[in-house]
C-alpha cells in the first residue's frame, strides 16, 4: 500500500519534486502528460477527448495504470487486465457500479467535494472500500489532507491523493504538505525506540537483499529529499551511507510493509558494497545470474590475451556462432537435465554479449517488464529464416508415429496458416504390426505430474474449505464470492435467469424430455430373485447413491448439454442430494442456461467453482458445500487430475465416473458415403481442442471420394470460427485405408473410439459387428451432434481408449447394486456341509463354525 500518490496538475513541476515523489509514490499524470517517474498513472477524467486506443496505446508504452471514468471502463472491460485498470468515480456515483465493472478494475479513485459535505468522509471511504472488497481505494478531495487525515484514512484500507500544488520539500504549512511528512504519516513503529526496520534490497539484481538497518523520520525525509541512502545508526544518529567509505547508494523506491511498521529501500549501490567487510551484501555473496554479471564483468577488463574469455570478447563471429551452438542445443534437450543444463550455457554466453555490448541485467529486466505490460500482442510468428521447410502436403505416412500430446517437443515443422487443412493417410496393408499398434495409440497423458500440480489445491480447500474456495475462485475465475454456494431456487427467480433466450429455454425443454425418457427405461428396479437350491433365495437389487457431484465445465463456453445429461440420471435415478458445480463468470453470477437445467434436474445446490478445487470441495465437502459420494463430469486435463488424486484417497472416500482425455471420434465410410456429411462429422469433433482425436477409416474408398472428403474438410473447416483449432488438431489425424468394412470394424474394435459414426451401406446391420465404442452414431443422418444434444443418449463417455471396459454415464451410473440371501433352516441342511467343507479347506475355522453352531454338526 502506498500512503498517498501524487497527482500532476501543473506542467511546470520541479524536477526535484518530482523525484522525490516518485521515489515513494506512483505519480498520477492527465492524460496527455508524460511523467518521468518509474511508477505513473494515467488519469483520463473526459472520456469525450481519451478514446479506448490512446488508453491501450500508453499503457503498452509502460504506464502502469489507467484511471478511467465508468463509461471508459465499460469499453476496456476483458481487453485490459484487471490490474491495470482503477475507476474514477464520483462519491455520489458508487451505486452505479455494476458487479461486473467492479470485478474488472484492481482499485478505484473516489473524487469528492467539500461542498457537497464530503471533503475526507472517512466513514464514506471505508462503505466505498467494502464494496470494493480487496480492491485499492484512493481519495482526491479539494481539501489539503494532514498527516492525521492520512492515517484515519490508512486504517481503513485507502489511501491520498496529492496534487503537486499541495507538495513540499520545505516544512509543512497551511497550504503545503512536505513530502516525507506525507509519506510517514500512517506509519507506526512497534519499538520503543521509535525507529523503522528497515530492509535494504539492490534494484539491479532481482532484490536481493543487502542488509538490515534502522531508519528515523529525519533519515527517511532525507533519502526522499537526496535520493541517497540515508538511515539511523542506533550509536551515532544519522548515517550517510557511503559518505567515507564511498560506497555510497541511489535510493530508487521506498516502500511501507504491510503493517505499516518497516520499510524496504530499493537502491543501486555503489562501491565495494554494502556489507562493512565490503562484500555485496550482509547475508553473504552474489549468486546466480548476478554473481555472474560481475565475473564477466570483470573479465571483459582484465582477461589474459589469447583466453577463451577474451576471444569471445574480441571476435563477435565466435560469440555468435557460440549462442547460435547453444540456442540448437537447448532446442534439442529433452530431460530436464538436459535443458537445465542448455539454458545455463546459453545464459553464459548471452551475458556475455550483453557484458560486452555495456548492457546490464537491470537494463533486461527493464526490457522485460515493458513487455510484460503490453496488452496487445503481436501474432508470434518466426521469421523466415528460422522457419523449417514444410514437408510436401499429402504424402502417405513412410513410417507411423504414435500421436503426441500438444506440449511434446517435435522436429516437425510448424503449421502452415495458409495451406490446405488435411490428415495424415496410411494404407492399413502396408504398415507392421508394431505401427499398426502405435496408430491405436492417444497423446501420453502425464497423471503423476498433474496431480503433483492438483495437490496443494485440493489441500488448501481440504484445510481452509469456503476461505480456500473464495481465494481461488477469484484468482483463477476473477470473481469476488460472498459465498460459493447457491442454493434453490435456481429459476425464474435468480436475476441471470432473466436472460435465458426463451428459444434456448424450450431447445432445452426438448433435450431434457428425450434425455429423461431414455434414462427412464434404464431404471434398475425391480430387484433380482433367483432361488440357487431349494430354501437358499439369492436377491440383487438397487439403491441410489445418496449425494452425487457434477462437474459441469465452464469458462469461455456455457454448456448446458453436460448439466442435462449429469443431471438427468442423477434424477431418475432418485439421488438424495445433487450439487452441481460450474465455474462463475467474473460477476460471480451463473449462465443462465446452466440455472435454468439445475432448476429442472431439481439440483440441491450449485457451487460456484471450477477446477480442482471445485473437485476438492466435492470430495471432502467444506462449511457450505456438502460431502458427496461420487463425482461425475468431463474437465480439463486439471479436473481429471483432481478427480483421480481424490478417488485414491481413503478419507475422501469418493469414487469418480470414467477417467477423461481429448474428444474423439472415429468415422467408418465406404462408397454409399455423402463426403460432405462425412467431413462434417469430423470437423464437429475436431473443433473441441487441439488434441482431439479424429479418425476416418476409409473402407475400399476411392482416391476420387477420398479427395472429396478432403475437400470439404477444408472448405468447412475454413468457415468456423474455431478454424485454428481444427488446422491444429486435423493436422494430427489420421486417415486409415482399408480394404472392406470387415478390416474397418475390427481396426475400430481395436482403437475403441469415444465416438463411433457408421456412414456404411447398411449401416444398421454393422452394431451387432461393434465390441468397443462409447455411443455408435448410425447411418448418415445421424450426427454425432444429435447424441451430444437431444436425442436422448448420454454424451458423457469413456475416452482414450477406455471404451474396451467402461461404459458411457447412464442411470446406473448413479445407484450401487446391493445383494441379499436368505437360507431356510431346510436350506441350511443342504447348503451347510458344503460351507463348512470349504471353510476347513481354507483353514477358516470361525467361518465353519458359524454354520456347525447351527445344525448341531
Known sequence: MFPFLGLLDSEHVEEEL??????VSPVIARSGSTPESTIRYLLAEDSTSTDVNQIITLLDNGTDKAIVPLSLAKSLLGTVPPHRLLLLLDAANVSAVSDSVRNAVSGVLLKTSS????????????????????AAVHVLAPDLPTPSIIRKLAAVGASVVIPFSQLTLGSTSQTMINVADAFLAPIVSDRSDGLFPTVVCSDPH????????????ESVAESIRTGKGVYHSRKHGLWRKGETSGAMQDVVRIRVDCDTDA??????QHGAGFCHLNRASCFGDLDGLAALERTLTSRLVDAPEGSYTRRLFNDEELLRAKIMEEADELCRANTTEEVAFEAADLIYFTIARCVAAGVSIKDIERSLDKKAKKITRRPGNAKPQWMPKTEPPKTELSKVEAPRPSSTPSSKAPLDRNGPIEMRTVDISTVSPEDRAKLLKRPVLRSDEMIAKVKPIVDDVRARGDSALRELTAKFDKAQLDTPILLPPFYPFAPEAQDLDPAVRDAIDAAYSNVYKFHAAQIDGAPLVVETMPGVTCTRFARPIARVGLYVPGGTAVLPSTALMLGVPAQVAGCEKIVMATPPRPDGSISPEVLYVAHKVG??????AGGAQAIAALAYGTETVPKVDKIFGPGNQWVTAAKMLVQNDTDALVSIDMPAGPSEVLVIADDTCNPAFVAADLLSQAEHGIDSQVVLVASSLSETMLAEVEEEVDKQARALGRVD???ESVAKSLIVKTQGPDIAMEFSNDYAPEHLILHLRDAPAWVDRVKNAGSVFVGPYSPESCGDYASGTNHTLPTN???RQFSGVNTQSFQKHITSQEVTIDGLQTLGPIVATLADCEGLQAHANAVRIRLGM
Open 115 to 134: 461542498s457537497g459535505g464530503f471533503g475526507f468522509d472517512v466513514d464514506l471511504v471505508h462503505s466505498v472500500s467494502r464494496f470494493f472488497v480487496g
Open 263 to 268: 520499510l524496504e529501500f530499493s537502491v543501486v
Open 206 to 217: 532481482g532484490k536481493r537483499s543487502l542488509g538490515l538497518v534502522y531508519s528515523s523520520c
Open 725 to 727: 483449432i481444427v488446422r
Open 603 to 608: 439440483a440441491h445446490a450449485i457451487l460456484r
Open 801 to 803: 481408449g477406455y471404451a
Open 18 to 23: 518530482l523525484l522525490a515523489v516518485s521515489r
